[in-house]
């Protein structure tokens, strides 16, 4: 290519190549919708594992398949409370003895101070 096809362009900003005597890959159109309601679809490779879930171009909500084809949900653990942790340490019959300690060293502050 001579320097005169180059002269006045920036670097990176065209290409010269073309598309002759190239093959693309195979590939297949996935269709997504969100929910709100937004439909779009995905080129994908053919033999590419197609997700169950892809970020809408619209809005960018979590987008699922529309051949029906829902993603496995998770399971998940209920949350630990602080009760919950407190009952791996300790009884009932301890919180109740903890308990009636703190109350008798509050009883005691309250008669000093009256």
Request: net charge neutral; aromatic share 4%; charged share 35%.
């Amino acid at each position: 290519m001579g320097e005169r096809a180059l002269r006045g362009t920036r670097l990176g900003a065209t290409s010269y190549e073309n598309d002759r005597n190239t093959d693309l890959a195979p590939r297949q159109e996935v269709s997504y919708t969100c929910p709100k309601g937004h439909l779009f679809e995905v080129p994908l490779a053919a033999e590419a594992e197609i997700p169950a879930t892809w970020e809408c171009r619209m809005c960018g909500a979590t987008a699922t398949r529309v051949d029906g084809e829902q993603p496995e949900s998770k399971k998940t653990k209920p949350p630990r409370t602080h009760w919950d942790m407190l009952l791996e340490r300790r009884s009932i019959e301890d919180l109740e003895e903890v308990l009636n300690e703190r109350l008798a060293v509050l009883r005691a502050q309250r008669r000093k101070s009256a």
